[in-house]
């Protein structure tokens, strides 16, 4: 009979968590680069926006929240108009981020140093895995029967994000393994089906 695959829980463990950076409520570095969200409608985004910046605008970012990284685990910056950024500092802070906030007013995007602006769409992403996640697939060396098929499973998958993630960097190494992300809620698994797509 043939062995079957391996079966991994997604509290992963590959690497000590004493050669993880972080300080406990993050796991990544200090100097843990910045996720940019610009929170301009996509008309005036287009014309002009930070490389590497991501397009939610306020108006839909209530129903966007999961395309965003986890709340506290990773550094996020708010691009956009003064009043975009008071409503949006306001949704987002309820919720337990804590972002830094850029206006957007002329001239204020080459002056604020974030990065280059150029006009045109952006295929940038916002959301993140959790911070722990992260640093352990950063830390991975080769993992246990690598080439053979297996199955990594999220228990409790929520929207997707983890899950998500670990298919991606596993994709990269030429892993033969499957990610497959369990919940209770639907409408949760839809938006992880969404990500999954992106």
């Known amino acids: 009979h043939a062995m079957p ?5 997604l509290a992963v463990a590959f690497a000590p968590l004493q ?7 993050s796991w990544l570095p200090a100097q843990e680069p910045p996720v940019l969200v610009d929170v301009r409608p996509a ?9 590497g910046a991501a397009n939610i605008p306020v108006a839909s970012l209530q129903q966007r929240l999961f395309e965003l990284p986890p ?3 990773w550094p996020l910056h708010l691009i956009g ?3 975009e950024l008071g409503e949006a500092a306001s949704l987002l802070e309820a919720k337990g981020w804590t972002p830094q906030l850029t206006v957007s007013s002329a001239g204020s995007l080459a002056n604020a140093r974030l ?3 150029v006009p045109g769409p952006s295929d940038a992403q916002a959301w993140r895995p959790n911070s722990f996640l992260a640093a352990v697939c950063r830390s991975l060396g080769r993992l246990p029967s690598e080439e053979e098929p297996g199955l990594v499973v999220d228990l409790g998958c929520g929207s997707g994000r983890d899950a998500v993630h670990l298919a991606s960097q596993l994709h990269a190494r030429g892993c033969a ?3 497959v992300g369990i919940d209770n809620h639907e ?3 839809e938006r992880g089906r969404e990500l999954a797509h992106r």
Not at 5 to 9: D, R, S
Not at 43 to 51: A, E, I, K, S, T
């Open 43 to 51: 008309d005036v985004f287009v014309r002009g926006h930070v490389v």
């Open 19 to 25: 050669s993880l950076p972080g300080d406990g409520r």
């Open 81 to 83: 108009a003064a009043e």
């Open 177 to 179: 393994w499957q990610v």
């Open 71 to 73: 709340p506290g685990e």
């Open 187 to 189: 409408a949760a698994l």
């Open 115 to 117: 990065g280059d602006v």
């Open 5 to 9: 695959p391996p079966f991994v829980l």
